[in-house]
């Protein structure tokens, strides 16, 4: 899936959790979209714009967002080395969480995955304290250390990628499971299908979207 791919499913996510389907999302989650995931690579270089930043913080970005203060959790859609995973930001336990589906990842992957996640634990911080989170919510107020970074991977097999092509669909279906607080239950042979659904409704969302 392309980043544009990724991002038409989580703005449909978004518009979901403020709509009639926002029952069905329990947990206190924003989102952001993979252009955020892309500033990984540009930090902590003095060029990059902070103030292109401080727009997800207070809710402006992507469309449908929520403000950082009003949730406990950022679901941050990021590819490494060409391979979707999903990062899970514990704004109260100020940690970081990765799923990674990939059947072949190991000790020595985590250790390369962890490496490749070292812009975004470090990125956090610096957001926070120049966007002035702390400044208006009840909560520890973090230094600019790196965030803690635990690297999680499927317990069973059948959670497991089996594939090389459908990351980015096991890393959509890990989002909508953790925004709706469910255990995950994704089948490699569930994809094909699933991908078709997300197809279905983002042209239908879209189609009505328009004037």
């Known amino acids: 899936m392309t980043s544009e791919h990724i991002d038409a499913c989580l703005s449909l996510f978004c518009k979901r959790m403020t709509g009639p389907k926002s029952k069905l999302y329990t947990t206190r989650a924003c989102m952001v979209d993979t252009i955020f995931s892309n500033f990984q690579q540009k930090m902590p ?4 714009k902070f103030d292109e930043l401080r727009g997800y913080v207070e809710g402006e970005r992507p469309t449908y967002a929520k403000k950082w203060k009003d949730v406990d959790f950022i ?3 990021c590819n490494v080395g060409g391979h979707w995973v999903v990062a899970k930001i514990d704004l109260v ?4 969480k990765v799923v990674d589906e990939a059947i072949t990842s190991n000790a020595k992957d985590n250790g390369v995955r962890a490496g490749q996640m070292t812009p975004l634990t ?6 926070c304290h120049q966007a002035g989170y702390f400044n208006n919510i009840r909560r520890k107020r973090r230094d600019l250390t790196p965030m803690p970074l635990d690297i999680h991977l499927p317990k069973t097999k059948v959670h497991w990628q089996n ?3 459908s990351c980015g669909m096991f890393m959509i279906g890990y989002i909508e ?4 607080s469910e255990k995950i239950r994704i089948k490699q042979n569930m994809i094909a299908k699933m991908r078709r659904q997300y197809a279905l409704e983002i042209f239908s969302n879209n189609w009505e979207s328009e004037p």
Not at 122 to 127: D, G, S, V, Y
């Open 45 to 48: 270089k003095p060029k990059c």
């Open 75 to 77: 679901i941050v859609p």
């Open 93 to 96: 336990r100020w940690t970081i």
């Open 122 to 127: 470090t990125m956090m911080p610096l957001i």
């Open 163 to 165: 594939d090389s092509v």
């Open 177 to 180: 499971h953790i925004l709706q």
